[in-house]
């Protein structure tokens, strides 16, 4: 049997460090840069060649009939044997945007939306600006749910806003979990979005669980953007559970962005035509996860590395490094690697980084040199 490409290996550091993006373009040239959501990748070639197309004949204009969410219907029946109804789901402007729209119309201005922290950080920042309060049910030490403490804070709660694959730290919720959360919610008559931008990058082994196979009540947001790394034209599918029939009213009744007309085609094509690309990114990135392990205890033993089983930004507890709450600033100044400082993902995350995997394995080695270098 061959072996599958590395999608990581096809561009060297030079010609990364040509890119005009937030990863390489936020930090100085000098900085090794391990840390926003961007993978190191060019794109896949049919999704270049769809958007080479598109720009050459200047078909640059509002989305039009394209099979959007048909395309993501049978990825999702292929990928997880579920069937998301095409009728109940509607075309976003991006994830965020999505479940923060769904949040605003279930929650009354002011009400309380429960997350599990450590977690993305704009799980904070956009609920808050739309005038809902967060409150904070902190994960195991082992990224695990809290069950007892979701019963105790869905009682004040209308929303609960979850991470399905988990960000940061990749913990991939079993059914049981999942299905304990969705009778929390039922009995406290609390509304959950899950956002599951995550889920085509689980590892062998492992199995995701959409959250509206156990909750006919949930609201589920999808894109192929981290996938497939296509942040630079943003687009998302946002589903509704069969019982979730008023808030698609609410939902319907309100005004919302849509998603780019190129995001729409791009992920299109990537559902349909880029299966075996995305096979070889999660292969490529099944060894990187190792890969990080072994170089951290060999290099960084003080380091405790949390394996993720979904996701390529993993998570780093550097406590006992003696390097404070806030060891992405050591790195940076003394090592010149730039990784997600873990205070700014919310409780649980003082003392610890994220660190985006998907890359090469010279860079990763090169990371953590740099790590150790700052010790």
Not at 144 to 170: E, I, K, M, T, V
Not at 215 to 226: F, L, M, T
Request: glycine fraction near 8%; charged fraction near 20%.
């Amino acid at each position: 049997m061959s072996e599958r490409p590395n999608p990581f290996t096809a561009l060297t550091l030079d010609q990364l460090r040509e890119r005009h993006s937030a990863k390489w373009r936020h930090y100085p040239a000098d900085v090794l840069p391990l840390w926003v959501a961007e993978m190191d990748v060019p794109l896949a070639e049919p999704i270049a060649d769809a958007l080479a197309s598109l720009a050459r004949s200047g078909d640059a204009g509002y989305p039009g009939d394209v099979p959007f969410r048909e395309a993501f219907a049978a990825f999702s029946a292929d990928s997880w044997g579920w069937d998301p109804s095409i009728a109940r789901t509607r075309e976003v402007a991006s994830v965020i945007s999505g479940y923060t729209d769904a949040l605003v119309e279930a929650v009354p201005r002011g009400g309380t939306v429960v997350v599990t922290s450590p977690v993305y950080p704009p799980f904070y920042s956009y609920l808050a600006q739309a005038g809902l309060t967060v409150v904070e049910v902190p994960l195991s030490e082992s990224l695990r749910l809290d069950l007892d403490g979701l019963d105790r804070a869905f009682a004040s709660a209308q929303g609960f806003l979850l991470c399905n694959p988990h960000n940061p730290g990749g913990t991939v919720h079993s059914r049981q979990e999942l299905a304990a959360v969705a009778a929390l919610a039922e009995r406290h008559r609390v509304q959950v979005v899950s956002d599951e931008i995550h889920a085509p990058l689980i590892y062998e082994g492992e199995r995701f669980t959409p959250y509206l196979e156990v909750d006919p009540r949930g609201i589920a947001v999808h894109a192929a953007s981290k996938g497939w790394s296509l942040a630079a034209i943003p687009a998302a599918l946002m589903t509704f559970g069969p019982d979730a029939g008023k808030a698609l009213a609410r939902y319907d009744a309100g005004k919302h962005h849509g998603p780019t007309y190129w995001g729409t085609i791009a992920q299109t094509v990537a559902y349909s035509e880029c299966r075996d690309w995305l096979a070889d990114a999660v292969a490529a990135l099944d060894a990187n996860r190792h890969l990080l392990g072994t170089l951290l205890a060999e290099r960084v033993p003080g380091a405790r590395y949390h394996l993720p089983a979904a996701t390529y930004l993993t998570w780093v507890d550097c406590r006992e490094l003696g390097l404070g709450d806030n060891p992405a600033r050591a790195f940076l100044e003394r090592g010149r690697v730039a990784f997600n400082p873990g205070h700014t993902f919310g409780t649980g995350g003082a003392g610890h980084v994220r660190v985006n995997i998907a890359t090469s394995p010279a860079i990763l080695d090169e990371a953590v040199a740099r790590m150790a270098s700052s010790l």
